[in-house]
T-cell receptor, first 114, second 118 residues
Framework: DVKVTQSSRYLVKRTGEKVFLECVQD?????MFWYRQDPGLGLRLIYFSYDVKMKEKGDIPEGYSVSREKKERFSLILESASTNQTSMYLC????WGQGQDTQYFGPGTRLTVL | AQTVTQSQPEMSVQEAETVTLSCTYDTSESDYYLFWYKQPPSRQMILVIR??????QNATENRFSVNFQKAAKSFSLKISDSQLGDAAMYFC???????????????FGTGTRLQVTL
């Protein structure tokens, strides 16, 4: 089974802190994604990576950056956390190619910024 | 840009009964994929069912089936013989069939919370 893990289930940070959320997948997937999930808004894509060191902005990249130095690991960085970044963050991965589009999700990190 | 709409924020069904969750989408593309994902309380989101737009036959997975109406841009999920374990948030999602950059992203609806009662 595909396994996607995230470094923390719950995280509490203060405004202005630099925050790292890490995601690791164990199935050699090329694609990795970071979403944030908010009530009434569904899931919105923050960033996407289709290969090591390759990234693309999603729908809401402002205030976030990402890093993918190894294929299995995709990090989301909040350079200076703000209260409006309090949310559930979901990581996902998938294979690249025709028909290989099922995304496998991690358990999520619930981030609270005080 | 594609949009996905789930107009039912909450639904309730009795155990062993059938429930249908609605989803509509808007796209100008002719080739795409549609998905239903399930997110149980405090658990990971998992894929329930997947439909390829060029296939006219509706997808089924055990007790889960879809009613895909391409012309109407409608993609509803039917859960038969509902079980307590079906209680979850259900998300409808759209994915372009093209494989470049964020074209391969999923666009999600806002979700429908399904309660299953005894």
């Amino acid at each position: 089974d595909v396994k996607v893990t995230q470094s923390s289930r719950y995280l509490v940070k203060r405004t202005g802190e630099k925050v790292f959320l890490e995601c690791v997948q164990d199935m050699d997937h090329e694609n990795m994604f970071w979403y944030r999930q908010d009530p009434g808004l569904g899931l919105r894509l923050i960033y996407f990576s289709y290969d090591v060191k390759m990234k693309e902005k999603g729908d809401i990249p402002e205030g976030y950056s990402v890093s993918r130095e190894k294929k299995e690991r995709f990090s989301l960085i909040l350079e200076s956390a703000s209260t409006n970044q309090t949310s559930m963050y979901l990581c996902a991965s998938s294979l690249w190619g025709q028909g290989q589009d099922t995304q496998y999700f991690g358990p999520g990190t619930r981030l609270t910024v005080l | 840009a594609q949009t996905v709409t789930q107009s039912q924020p909450e639904m309730s069904v009795q155990e062993a009964e059938t429930v249908t969750l609605s989803c509509t989408y808007d796209t100008s593309e002719s080739d795409y994929y549609l998905f239903w994902y399930k997110q149980p309380p405090s658990r990971q989101m998992i894929l329930v069912i997947r439909q390829e737009a060029y296939k006219q036959q509706n997808a089924t997975e055990n007790r889960f089936s879809v009613n895909f109406q391409k012309a109407a841009k409608s993609f509803s999920l039917k859960i038969s013989d509902s079980q307590l374990g079906d209680a979850a948030m259900y998300f409808c999602a759209y994915r372009s069939a093209y494989y470049t950059g964020t074209a391969s992203k999923l666009t999600f609806g806002t979700g429908t919370r399904l309660q299953v009662t005894l």
